[in-house]
């Protein structure tokens, strides 16, 4: 991994548990930041969302304005005029706190909002001006009446045809202007006015009263607007106008601040999630490439071991204090034990060959011995009428026998030394196997406890894969808002998968190792096996080299014996026939006996080929 030997350090210092719970702990702080935030934008949003309802429904309660006013325009009832006003204070009380909440999420709507209440204060105004001037219109309409009846009932009294038509057509012109009151109707009015002025004045009176009338009332129409855009009418509906414009720029103003701030959060939670995905992925390959290099340069190392050239000098020397370092030490010294092991089981080995060959020389020398002494008690037997002619040679070759059996006395010495000690350190050889062969046992428990971790991380991956699964659904949930934290739960959810394909990895590593360390376990129990089976056969050396002592003892007692007899040969020839008789037959005897001796030395010579062969294999 590269990095500085500081960064290295710090990252050896933790456990791989503890690094993958920091990788644990900050996903969760990352997801509950971005919840966080999130959460407050969307309070954010929602207050926005209610300011921008709040001002709809200002819109609203103005076209509930605009409705009391033409019910009252068209009922003349006193409970509209309550109800506008009701309306009205429910609308300033709404604009109020509209521009509290505005206010509150640092957005200014002072003038708006004082242009919005005064516009309204004036509607208010404007329209109970307007009902006061309507109830003096209905005031001079029944006025009207009454002077419009008292001048017909002249006009009638005076019986004049022309006048009465045109008194009619000045009625006509009345009707027309209250049913429809219009500047062309209103000009119209007060011509026929005028042209029935021109008739006789004995109606002055009542047509005086009645044109007075006519006249206030076409007046107050006109104060009232012959159209919907003239008098107190037009006024008031440019004002109406003027504040639905406001209300209209104020929703604009909420529109755009809604979509600057949605489109500003989005914009954040989008950063904030890249930059939890970069911090997890960066924590991701710095940690997942230090156990990697690590494990990897393990695998390599016993690899080499198992199935190379079979170094034992080599170590890992891991630092650290996390699981791979402790293994790491733990193989070392496994290691260190087996090349101790070897090299001692190399020096025995040594010096079981030296031993096996001396004992196979020395059984050598005591066949060709006992062979000779065997061809030569036969010729003494055969020759035991010429015994006493040959005495000096006879003695000669009793004493040559003599010497020959102590040197074979003395190397069956040397041999029976040499085997005991091959048979001691055969003895310590199998100990020293079976404590590294429960150090490989030790090492292979270690080894499980690695996949019990393996399999715990496993375990977490599967739970971050859940967590990022439930993150989803809730992105899922809450629509448009959470497109991007839909993002990061399924980024979260591939660094999970990344996360388990990694402890796979570890998991079949670890395997691997388990399997290398069994092999080697077998190794060792096949050497213990072998190293036991040596030291049955040492024991048995041991055994045909005493019987092998005691009989060249023995021999060597009879010589003593023929050497002293010789002397007195001639008295005692029929003896001398039967010792050495029994001479040749101990002579066989021992040729079987070195015979075995030299099988058992072969047997010692083969396993010692095969333990230098499985030394062999190892490098120490």
Not at 57 to 66: K, N, P, Y
Not at 98 to 125: F, G, K, N, P, W
Not at 349 to 362: K, P, R, T, W
Not at 468 to 476: F, G, M, Q
Request: charged content about 20%.
């Amino acid at each position: 991994m590269s990095g500085s030997p500081v960064q290295k350090r710090f990252f050896f210092s933790f456990s791989i548990r503890a690094k993958l719970l920091l990788i644990n702990l900050t996903l969760l702080l990352g997801v509950a930041a971005y919840a966080i935030y999130e959460n407050n934008s969307a309070k954010h949003l929602s207050s926005l969302e209610h300011a921008s309802t709040e001002n709809l429904s200002s819109s609203l309660d103005l076209l509930m304005l605009r409705r009391h006013e033409k019910d009252y325009l068209a009922r003349r009832n006193e409970k509209y005029l309550t109800s506008f006003d009701n309306t009205y204070s429910q609308l300033q009380h709404r604009i109020e706190h509209l521009s509290d909440v505005l206010a509150s999420e640092s957005i200014a709507i002072d003038s708006q909002r004082q242009q919005i209440v005064s516009t309204l204060s004036q509607y208010q105004t404007q329209f109970h001006q307007l009902a006061n001037h309507l109830a003096s219109i209905d005031a001079l309409q029944s006025e009207l009446f009454a002077a419009r009846s008292v001048l017909k009932t002249n006009v009638l009294s005076a019986n004049d045809g022309k006048l009465t038509a045109q008194f009619l057509l000045l009625l006509d012109h009345d009707f027309t202007f209250v049913t429809e009151p219009t500047q062309e109707y209103s000009s119209v009015l007060l011509e026929g006015l005028s042209q029935f002025s021109k008739f006789d004045t004995r109606l002055s009176p009542a047509f005086t009263h009645y044109s007075d009338t006519l006249s206030r009332y076409v007046s107050a129409i006109e104060t009232l607007g012959l159209t919907a855009n003239e008098g107190l009418r037009g006024v008031l509906r440019s004002n109406v106008h003027k504040t639905e414009q406001a209300i209209a720029d104020l929703q604009t103003t909420i529109k755009q601040s809604v979509e600057q701030s949605a489109t500003e959060i989005r914009r954040r939670l989008q950063w904030m999630g890249v930059a939890i995905v970069v911090l997890l992925s960066s924590l991701l390959y710095v940690i997942g490439r230090s156990i990697l290099s690590r494990i990897k340069a393990i695998n390599l190392l016993m690899d080499d071991i198992a199935n190379g050239s079979g170094d034992l000098t080599v170590r890992m020397n891991a630092k650290g204090s996390d699981e791979l370092a402790q293994l790491s030490r733990s193989f070392d010294l496994f290691i260190s034990h087996l090349h101790d092991n070897i090299k001692e089981l190399a020096s025995v080995m040594s010096v079981l060959g030296e031993s096996s060959c001396s004992s196979e020389q020395a059984a050598q020398k005591s066949m060709a011995n006992a062979q000779q002494q065997k061809l030569e008690s036969e010729s003494v037997a055969t020759a035991v009428n010429e015994l006493v002619m040959t005495t000096n040679e006879i003695t000669a070759n009793i004493e040559s026998a003599a010497q020959n059996a102590q040197r074979v006395n003395t190397e069956a010495d040397k041999a029976l030394q040499l085997t005991h000690a091959t048979g001691k350190r055969i003895d310590t050889l199998a100990i020293s196997i079976e404590e590294s062969q429960a150090q490989i046992q030790a090492l292979e428990s270690q080894s499980r406890e690695i996949n019990a971790v393996v399999s715990a991380i496993q375990s977490i991956a599967e739970q971050t894969n859940l967590l990022a699964l439930n993150a989803a659904i809730e992105a899922a949930r809450a629509g448009e808002s959470g497109r991007g934290f839909a993002v990061v739960a399924d980024e979260v959810r591939q660094l999970s998968r990344l996360t388990n394909d990694s402890t796979l990895q570890i998991e079949s590593t670890v395997q691997a190792l388990t399997k290398g360390i069994t092999q080697t376990v077998n190794k060792m129990a096949e050497s213990v096996d072998q190293a036991r089976t040596t030291n049955v056969d040492t024991r048995h050396v041991v055994e045909a080299i005493e019987g092998i002592s005691t009989q060249i003892t023995e021999m060597f007692d009879m010589n003593t014996q023929i050497a002293t007899a010789s002397e007195e040969q001639s008295m005692v020839s029929a003896e001398i026939d039967r010792n050495i008789t029994q001479i040749a037959q101990l002579a066989g005897d021992t040729y079987e006996i070195v015979s075995g001796s030299v099988r058992c030395s072969e047997q010692v010579s083969d396993v010692s080929h095969k333990l230098e062969n499985i030394v062999a294999q190892f490098k120490y």
